[in-house]
């Protein structure tokens, strides 16, 4: 019983079984895009252990640590939506191979930084990087690439932030301690430049032909581009946006503070980097899982199963230091939000046709960027003002009960001048 034969091929045509992803070209590219990712990861984790140190030697407040998250709002904003236009138009490999530079010229950088407004510069910096080498630029690629089980290839494709994300805190916090937090953004730096760069270069290609095949008018209009404004107006991507501000707004707060929150409760900083390594590690089950899933029932459906994953984990947080409930926190957050960011991709591309996948997943940054900001000021805020995360972590449990019923709303795309079926 596969739901992609059922909804998928209504709207974006019968699969070609003779697409790209018959060949082993499409896994090289998706080799290539595994690291990209784990390159968004370093980009996406490393402020999580670095908070307390830099904080420390710097005298800043936490708040004026996550407003650096503001200047990397505004270049992604400018930035993703471009990257995922130039994606779909055949420009892949460009937009991940400036990504990877930015990158590392950002992580270098910041192991020379002096104060707080080389901080802010230099963050603007990662943003650029991160927004070209991420998820929106490997999306529309992999979307091309696989006729079937797309939502496979994908979660394969997303381990790569999975396995850096499980990777990034303790290996950051153990160069920190035994050399410093500079050390550790050098050594990442020369990983970005000679490992990433050359990667991106030699493996990416584009597909040399579309991986959608005509099924009748609303296939051929769903799987030719869309004009932009029209897609950008409609209720599918409003709901779609709603639901990501939502879920970003809550997983940047906990990405940015979760180790300083853990250590506020009397977590020590070796066992608190090493449970959100261990949370972000356990989305190498749930990416393959999730997306395998996506592939067999309506994406939709699982995609607010993952979103009551997350809303339960940020309840839990409200009592993390009792026994047992951290154990639960990891393994909830773990499978909920890598299901969701695995999903998101497939559901956009059910929508809107795979050759407007980067054109809309990059639209949708335009709201999830801002989310991801206020979430982690917001939490933030609450600290330094209330001294304790608990509100925020509540509001955000709120919010991805709100997007799952956004999500549950969400119907593919329809042109207004094309009729419905009977």
Excluded at 162 to 184: C, K, N
Excluded at 193 to 218: C, K, N, Y
């Amino acid at each position: 019983m596969r739901h992609r034969g059922a909804v998928a091929g209504e709207i974006s045509g019968a699969a070609n079984p003779a697409g790209p992803a018959s060949n082993k070209a499409a896994w090289w590219v998706a080799a290539a895009c595994f690291g990209c990712l784990v390159g968004e990861a370093i980009g996406t984790y490393i402020f999580t252990p670095m908070l307390k140190p830099v904080v420390a030697e710097f005298g800043w407040t936490r708040t004026q640590f996550a407003l650096s998250g503001l200047f990397v709002s505004l270049v992604m904003m400018a930035s993703v939506p471009a990257a995922g236009m130039l994606a779909d138009r055949g420009r892949g490999r460009s937009v991940l191979a400036v990504g990877a530079v930015c990158l590392g010229a950002a992580l270098y950088l910041f192991s020379r930084m002096q104060g707080l407004a080389h901080f802010y510069l230099i963050t603007a910096l990662m943003g650029l990087g991160v927004g070209c080498l991420g998820g929106v630029p490997t999306t529309a690629l992999i979307s091309r690439w696989f006729d079937t089980d797309r939502g496979f290839g994908l979660g394969v494709v997303g381990l790569g932030h999975s396995v850096g994300g499980f990777l990034i805190p303790p290996v950051v916090t153990w160069i920190t301690l035994t050399r410093g937090w500079r050390s550790a953004f050098e050594a990442l730096s020369w990983f970005a430049w000679l490992v990433l760069v050359p990667l991106i270069l030699m493996l990416v290609r584009d597909p040399a032909r579309p991986t959608e095949s005509g099924g009748g008018d609303e296939a051929t209009l769903v799987g030719e581009p869309i004009a932009f404004r029209d897609g950008f107006r409609s209720a599918t991507f409003r709901l779609l946006a709603a639901a990501m501000f939502l879920h970003i707004f809550y997983f940047s707060a906990v990405t940015v503070h979760f180790v300083a929150f853990a250590t506020d409760v009397g977590f020590s900083p070796e066992k608190a980097a090493s449970a959100f390594g261990i949370l972000i590690g356990l989305g190498i089950v749930g990416r393959l899982g999730f997306g395998w899933l996506g592939d067999r029932y309506d994406p939709r459906k699982v995609m607010v199963a993952a979103l009551g994953l997350t809303a339960v984990a940020a309840l839990c947080l409200q009592g993390i230091a009792r026994p047992g409930v951290l154990q639960l926190f990891i393994v909830l957050q773990g499978l909920g939000v890598v299901g969701v960011q695995t999903l998101f991709g497939l559901v956009v591309g059910e929508c809107f046709g795979t050759k407007n996948v980067g054109t809309f997943l990059g639209a949708a940054m335009l709201f999830q960027v801002p989310g991801g900001v206020l979430g982690a000021i917001l939490a933030a805020v609450s600290f330094d003002s209330l001294g304790t995360y608990i509100p925020a972590f509540a509001l955000f449990a709120a919010g991805n009960v709100v997007a799952a019923f956004a999500i549950a709303a969400v119907q593919p795309y329809r042109p207004a001048s094309l009729p419905a079926h009977a």
